[in-house]
């Protein structure tokens, strides 16, 4: 397990370490992440739980009242969010479940379904006011529909930060919930995206057709800080 500790995707060493189902390497991860309670007393607690969607398994972590992260478990860098994550917010990180987040599984089986477009769970914001302003953008774009990154500066009065946009769109904590999938290059071509373009390729037709391809089948309430 010291993989995980080095920062190797999650789900690279779950393969290599020869677990033969997600629920082997899941118990394994959560002694890993666990704490004694009596280390936790004076920090603010924050919970990590495995969710299986349709593209691949996902890490959901958020205390009582808000979700913090929703990543794919191999997006790259993923372990560096989550020590930031633990760093800004000064939280310990424990596995378990919590009230946002059995919200969010609820309505990622909906929206995988086809039957949700508009997420309800509470986010919490981790960002810059620059950054934040682009995620609010970006829970403005309707399902089915797509911004370039041009779109959002100009929406935000910034016509020549796009770059910026761009950088913040990477820096998303929220994948799917705030649909950084929906800004694409002005040319039309997809653009970059954490959870991989075959992912991104996948969410936008699900998006727009109302459901995705087999071949890939495996307004919401905020609160924010500034960085």
Not at 155 to 168: D, E, H, I
Request: aromatic fraction near 8%; hydrophobic fraction near 35%; proline fraction near 4%.
């Amino acid at each position: 397990m010291k993989n995980i500790r080095a920062g190797g995707k999650i789900i690279d060493t779950q393969l290599a370490t020869g677990y033969e189902s997600s629920s082997g390497f899941r118990d394994a991860f959560s002694r890993i992440m666990g704490a004694p309670p009596t280390l936790l007393e004076n920090s603010h607690v924050l919970k990590a739980t495995w969710i299986d969607t349709r593209l691949g398994p996902m890490i959901a972590i958020g205390d009582e009242d808000m979700l913090y992260l929703l990543e794919f478990v191999d997006r790259r860098g993923l372990e560096r969010e989550v020590e930031r994550l633990r760093k800004r917010t000064k939280s310990a990180i424990i596995p378990g479940l919590t009230e946002p987040i059995r919200s969010i599984e609820k309505e990622l089986i909906h929206y995988f379904d086809g039957q949700l477009t508009q997420f309800q769970t509470p986010l919490f914001l981790l960002g810059s006011d620059f950054q934040k302003s682009v995620w609010e953008q970006l829970m403005n774009i309707p399902s089915g529909e797509t911004r370039s990154y041009s779109d959002i500066a100009i929406s935000l009065g910034k016509p020549t930060a796009f770059r910026a946009v761009a950088q913040a769109n990477g820096a998303n904590q929220l994948a799917i919930v705030i649909p950084c999938h929906r800004v694409i290059n002005s040319d039309g071509q997809l653009g970059g995206y954490g959870g991989g373009l075959a992912r991104k390729e996948w969410l936008l037709h699900h998006e727009k057709q109302g459901e995705g391809d087999s071949y890939y089948d495996h307004s919401t309430r905020t609160s924010s800080t500034s960085s």
